[in-house]
Nanobody, 126 residues
Framework: QVQLVESGGGLVQAGGSLRLSCAASQTIDSFYHWAWFRQAPGKQREVVAVLTKREATIYSDFAKGRSTISRDGARNTVFLEMNTLKPEDTAVYYC????????????????????WGQGTQVTVSS
């Protein structure tokens, strides 16, 4: 049973930064796609960033230029760094993983990911 455990969320002031971590119970190389999603109250879950096994990345428009998704194979951990945080970034952030490769257009869709963490709350105060 694959387990993903997020950490690093919390309360931060607008303009601040956070580094979220997603620790996997098995080698992250066994998954082809990794992603961070977020869900704010009353809103649908949306992708923040995607990272493939070949280190290709996709960022949502709101994340471009102020976010970085990365991985550390030795620690079996995937990271999301976000800078210049805004109150509208307030949400529960989830990491997700998929073992099989999928086409580019599908990589940002939550329904294609097999494994999910429990989420970590990020609250940005104005």
């Amino acid at each position: 049973q694959v387990q993903l455990v997020e950490s690093g969320g919390g309360l931060v002031q607008a303009g601040g930064s956070l580094r979220l971590s997603c620790a996997a119970s098995q080698t992250i190389d066994s998954f082809y796609h990794w992603a961070w999603f977020r869900q704010a109250p009353g809103k649908q879950r949306e992708v923040v960033a995607v990272l493939t096994k070949r280190e290709a990345t996709i960022y949502s428009d709101f994340a471009k230029g102020r976010s970085t998704i990365s991985r550390d194979g030795a620690r079996n951990t995937v990271f999301l760094e976000m800078n210049t945080l805004k109150p509208e970034d307030t949400a529960v952030y989830y990491c997700a993983a998929r073992q099989g490769r999928i086409i580019l257009s599908a990589r940002t869709e939550a329904r294609h990911y097999d494994y999910w963490g429990q989420g970590t709350q990020v609250t940005v105060s104005s």
